[in-house]
């Protein structure tokens, strides 16, 4: 190491501050041991949501004696809000605060939350009395006190989770300098190593302690998460004199109202006939920093209103007001985005699919027999780690085998395109519900069989395994449907709106989780005399809510593939206006950031 600090001795980024607000020494500043601090805030940041998230249907249901609807809801709620809440945390980080105060402010709230939810199942009074040995079917459900304290637990981890993820992968590449081949090549293995403390976090969560919280105690579980996010606390802020610091660069979304508010305020105005007399790049002072300049588009002309000049403003200017004046380039930027919609919205119904892996399906494995020889018996909620196994697995099948295959078929160098992955992430999506719904039918035909279906607490005589085609079937589905969706938004997204491509991703996540809350709560008032969703899985009729979430899938699954053939991808639409995407220097940060594909099960990144 010593034998490497002259190299970088004296030398600055020109584009990093350390600490103190001076230019960067790379002997001093970024590099490994700064990066190590961030992962190491980032797998406990794992283990503790992870924790708490693939364990807690069981917890609402066996602790807090809510409903198997009422608990999913709570489920996916909660997860939503989490994803949604990195929106937020990205607008802030980009905007006002920074990454690394985002990070240190937003972990210390998810270490308060998970506090607050350790010492709820501590102390007596704030949980409700545990049913009777003689009564197994009637319990006393939690009072508004106890739900509101466990709430404001769950909601203050979840915006300390979004808060954290917005920032935490990519102020990591922050510490290397792209513009050095040396830390560039270290930057791929950053996120090399940041994919495998996610994956050891997801997968001690999901095991390790799952076993803790079902067999020793829900307080002891929870109080290794609030140690563990604490410590990862302590540790990122012990790095604090090592980390670069970039400048505040601003939010897209700010650009993206900006256009429509300044279209907005012109639309009585009439657009000129010729669009080079808009408003755009080139007439902005020379001092100033300009963006690649985009050709004009004859759709979503509205926007272009946003790009009229005033006929009393100078040839060239210095400044101006964005809320009233935009670039003809930043409507177009914006209307990149727009193009993008029809597949945004139809990639949603993927992650409300995915969401049923912590919600009904675990409520299945609750009923059935879950023994590994005479003893040992697997916790419900760990049937996640084979969900978190398929997705590992599927990363070096790709590579080895289906790129090379696509290659010969498709004849394209990348194997499949990102429109292609996210299909067959739907596909696959479709084809787990349906081994739900099967798997389903044959539990029930056991409960009958051995006259158990008034008995809720019950054990079924059917193994559990009997799930994990579903499990395995989703988990295939997210590892194609992550990296097509991230690749596809990478790829497509303005280059002066690169953080807009994980907004566009996660919000998908999000609303999925969402949309599952509202399906849930349709299906179960609808079908409220003869419930699919009973609190007796027994009694109920679930597999029916699978078969309505198949045919949806599959339904939207037809009508993704018209929008997937009717989109053409930014650089051959450029290509045909002769223009030459200036990406080049963004092309290394966007392969690593394509390493981070699969982040476990609840992945939430905003680079």
């Not at 980024?13 to 230019?23: E, T, V």
């Not at 993820?165 to 081949?181: C, L, P, R």
């Not at 540790?235 to 670069?244: I, M």
């Not at 609750?366 to 023994?371: A, F, K, L, Q, Y």
């Amino acid at each position: 190491m010593a034998d490497q600090l002259p190299e970088t001795q004296g030398k600055e980024i020109s584009d990093a501050w350390d600490h103190k607000g001076h230019p960067a020494d790379p002997s001093k500043t970024g590099g490994w041991i700064s990066a190590a601090m961030i992962l190491g805030v980032e797998a406990c940041e794992r283990l503790t949501t992870l924790g708490i998230a693939v364990n807690l249907v069981t917890y609402l249901k066996g602790v807090m004696h809510l409903g198997n609807a009422a608990s999913a809801n709570t489920v996916t709620n909660f997860m939503g809000t989490s994803f949604m809440l990195c929106l937020l945390g990205g607008f802030v980080a980009d905007s006002f605060l920074g990454r690394y105060w985002t990070i240190a402010i937003f972990t210390a709230v998810q270490a308060m939350g998970v506090t607050i939810l350790t010492v709820s199942t501590t102390i007596p009074n704030l949980r409700p009395p545990g049913c009777s040995s003689d009564n197994t079917t009637t319990c006393t459900p939690a009072t508004t006190t106890q739900l509101g304290v466990l709430q404001l637990a769950l909601y203050m981890t979840a915006l300390g989770t979004g808060g954290l993820k917005s920032s935490v992968s990519g102020f990591g590449s922050d510490q290397f300098d792209e513009t050095n081949k040396k830390e560039r090549t270290q930057m791929l293995k950053f996120f090399n190593w940041f994919f495998f403390f996610i994956s050891i976090g997801s997968l001690c969560a999901a095991t390790i302690l799952v076993y803790i919280q079902d067999n020793v105690g829900r307080k002891w579980g929870y109080g290794i998460c609030a140690c563990a996010i604490v410590v990862g606390l302590l540790l990122f802020v012990a790095g604090t004199k090592r980390y670069r610091f970039k400048k505040l660069m601003g939010s897209p979304l700010t650009q993206i109202a900006a256009v429509y508010v300044a279209a907005w305020r012109k639309r009585r105005l009439e657009l000129p006939s010729d669009s080079s007399l808009l408003f755009n790049v080139d007439d902005v002072a020379a001092g100033s920093k300009k963006k690649q300049k985009l050709p004009h588009t004859k759709e979503f002309r509205f926007l272009d209103k946003a790009a009229i000049r005033d006929p009393e403003m100078p040839a060239i200017v210095s400044k101006v007001n964005r809320w009233y004046l935009c670039t003809l380039t930043d409507v177009e930027e914006v209307k990149l985005v727009q193009r993008m919609l029809p597949i945004w919205v139809t990639t949603i119904i993927f992650w409300t699919i995915y969401a049923q892996m912590t919600t009904f399906s675990v409520s299945q494995a609750t009923t059935m027999d879950r023994h590994i020889g005479r003893s040992f018996e697997i916790p419900a909620a760990s049937l996640n780690s084979f969900f978190i196994g398929s997705i590992l697995l599927t990363i070096p099948i790709y590579d080895r085998i289906i790129v090379p295959i696509a290659r010969k078929v498709l004849h394209n160098p990348h194997g499949l395109t990102p429109l292609q992955r996210i299909g067959v992430g739907l596909v696959f999506s479709t084809l787990a519900m349906v081994a739900a719904a099967l798997t389903e039918i044959k539990r029930l035909h056991f409960a009958q069989s051995y006259g158990l279906v008034n008995d809720p607490n019950a054990q079924i005589p059917l193994t559990v395994f009997w799930l994990i085609p579903q499990f395995l079937l989703v988990g295939l589905g997210e590892a194609f449907m992550y990296m097509g969706q991230l690749n596809y938004f990478l790829r497509e997204c303005p280059k002066g709106m690169k953080t807009m491509s994980t907004g566009l991703f996660l919000s998908t996540i999000s609303l999925g989780f969402f949309l599952s809350s509202i399906f849930v709560t349709i299906v179960h008032k609808v079908t409220s005399k003869k419930p699919w969703l009973a609190d007796n899985l027994n009694q109920g009729k679930l597999y029916n809510f699978y078969w309505l979430l198949a045919i949806m899938s599959g339904l939207n699954f037809f009508v993704y593939l018209v929008f997937a053939r009717q989109y053409v991808y930014k650089d051959k639409r450029l290509a045909e206006e002769a223009y030459e995407l200036e990406e080049e220097s963004a092309m290394p940060k966007l392969q690593a950031r394509l390493q981070t594909f699969s982040h476990g099960v609840f992945k939430c990144t905003y680079c």
